[in-house]
Nanobody, 125 residues
């Protein structure tokens, strides 16, 4: 069964760093683009970052550029979201996602093939 499992969320203070992990089944990791979305209370789900299956292309949402970095670890079938200089407005449930096409992750969230269960990140001021 194909699945995505997030970990690493929690409560931090503004200015802190946090790393989220998303472990994927081998089939997904080897063939799919992956990325992260987030959804704050009362708001729509928002694109955060996407990475190609090779790891050679990345796209970042404007609100996280320069602060967040995505990476892939092929040995662990895992992608990471390194979040630095966190702000209270980064508070949200973060979702890992995978799709055959990176463009779908970047521009067509409704068509994404696979989603993780989501993990809470809370940034206190």
């Amino acid at each position: 069964q194909e699945q995505l499992v997030e970990s690493g969320g929690g409560l931090v203070q503004a200015g802190d760093s946090l790393r989220l992990s998303c472990a994927a089944s081998g089939h997904i990791f080897s063939n799919y683009a992956m990325g992260w979305f987030r959804q704050a209370p009362g708001k729509d789900r928002e694109f955060v970052v996407g990475i190609s299956w090779k790891g050679d292309n990345t796209y970042y949402g404007d609100s996280v550029k320069g602060r967040f970095t995505i990476s892939r670890d092929s040995a662990k079938n895992t992608i990471y979201l390194h979040m630095n200089r966190l702000k209270p407005e980064d508070t949200a449930v973060y979702y890992c996602a995978a799709d055959y096409f990176l463009n779908t992750i970047v521009a067509d969230m409704s068509a994404v093939d696979y989603w993780g269960q989501g993990i809470q990140v809370t940034v206190s001021s």
